[in-house]
């Protein structure tokens, strides 16, 4: 029993020195601190349309439309499926690390985590809220490379615990204003997974932007690819109750 607390306790202090040894980059930290700052939308509401089209080799495009209601200030966001009728009514609802996916058939909430792809599609929930970037991964600058026409900075993302969408990322931002115009997503054993294209952005107010056009591909699946588009805007303050599972709940009836 003494040489299982002990190996217990040797672990333990490996697994601290590791955290402690392990920190951010500096010149990476600035990067995706000034990408965050200008994607966080915190003191605005948010009301948006997304469109999903999922492409897959030999089958016809699969068409989603989600409206999502968010607010950064409170780390929620209420997603609800609007099309086809196939999904009409289901929905995700967020607070803070809670995630729930809504089933209206059976009228209940399943926890899920940021790993659920959205409607089985190629994107997953994390894409819709606000980012956290630098709570979730460490980060470290990797030069520049050029993407399409423009150059970028690269930096490098591995994961702070295994709650998070992808243990390992590699940001492309644009030099010219700091977004992200490309994500490649990698597995532990850094497969690559799924590489995200950020096609279009939009300000809104405050000198915030959105992406308003993307496409991610899937590596895994053949051919298979979502274009997703995000359309009708409004930076209009949203009731409180628009952000509870009772919202939820009344949209499928």
Same mark, same amino acid.
């Given at each position: ?35 965050? +700052?200008?994607?966080? $939308?915190? #003191?605005?509401? !948010?009301?948006?349309? /997304? ?7 030999? &089958? =016809? ?91 970028? +900075?690269?930096?490098? $993302?591995? #994961?702070?615990? !295994?709650?998070?969408? /992808? ?7 644009? &030099? =010219? ?77």
């Amino acid at each position: 029993m003494k040489r299982f607390a002990l190996i217990g306790a040797l672990l333990l202090g490996i697994a601290a020195l590791t955290a402690a040894q392990k920190q951010n980059d500096p010149r990476a930290e600035r990067i995706v601190q000034a990408y965050e +700052d200008k994607l966080n $939308l915190r #003191g605005l509401d !948010l009301t948006s349309t /997304f469109t999903l089209v999922q492409k897959q080799e030999g &089958q =016809s495009d699969r068409v989603l439309r989600i409206r999502i209601y968010r607010r950064d200030a409170a780390d929620t966001f209420t997603l609800i499926f609007q099309y086809p009728d196939s999904e009409k009514g289901k929905g995700y609802y967020r607070s803070g690390e809670d995630l729930y996916l809504y089933l209206p058939s059976t009228r209940e909430f399943v926890y899920r985590n940021r790993k659920d792809d959205v409607g089985s599609t190629d994107v997953r929930t994390d894409l819709f809220g606000q980012p956290k970037t630098l709570e979730q991964y460490w980060a470290t600058y990797q030069g520049t490379a050029t993407v399409s026409k423009w150059e970028c +900075d690269v930096v490098r $993302l591995e #994961g702070k615990s !295994l709650d998070v969408s /992808f243990p390992v990322q590699k940001w492309f931002f644009r &030099q =010219s204003d700091g977004l992200p115009v490309k994500v490649e997503n990698f597995s532990l054993s850094e497969t690559l997974l799924r590489t995200f294209y950020y096609i279009d952005y939009a300000p809104v107010a405050g000198g915030k932007f959105l992406f308003t056009k993307l496409l991610a591909v899937n590596h895994l699946e053949k051919n298979q690819r979502t274009l997703l588009t995000n359309e009708n805007i409004a930076t209009a303050a949203i009731p409180n109750y628009t952000f509870s599972k009772a919202f939820l709940e009344e949209q499928s009836r």
